[in-house]
């Protein structure tokens, strides 16, 4: 049988990296950038990251959240 994995699980379950670009919940997503929700929620109003509607729900792409680190990692300094 096989296991039921809740999306607001504390933890994010080992099945989300089978898939190349899985989609996280609000809370895996803020637990993935190490933020709290309310943050991700602002920066989704904020249109600073992009979701995805799975019909009531809001999904974030990890490539999505990546894309978001990136941008604001600071360049070593010299």
Same mark, same amino acid.
């Given at each position: 049988?096989?296991?039921?994995?809740?999306?607001?699980?504390?933890?994010?379950? @080992?099945?989300?990296?089978?898939?190349?670009?899985?989609?996280?919940?609000?809370? @895996?997503?803020? @637990?993935?950038?190490?933020?709290?929700?309310?943050?991700?929620?602002?920066?989704?109003?904020?249109?600073?990251?992009?979701?995805?509607?799975?019909?009531?729900?809001?999904?974030?792409?990890?490539?999505?959240?990546?894309?978001?680190?990136? @941008?604001?990692?600071?360049?070593?300094?010299?």
């Amino acid at each position: 049988m096989s296991e039921v994995i809740t999306p607001a699980s504390a933890t994010i379950p @080992e099945q989300v990296f089978k898939n190349p670009d899985p989609l996280l919940a609000i809370s @895996e997503a803020a @637990e993935y950038l190490s933020v709290p929700v309310r943050m991700v929620r602002r920066l989704r109003a904020q249109r600073r990251i992009a979701a995805v509607k799975v019909g009531k729900h809001v999904r974030f792409r990890v490539s999505v959240l990546e894309a978001y680190l990136a @941008e604001q990692t600071d360049p070593a300094r010299g």
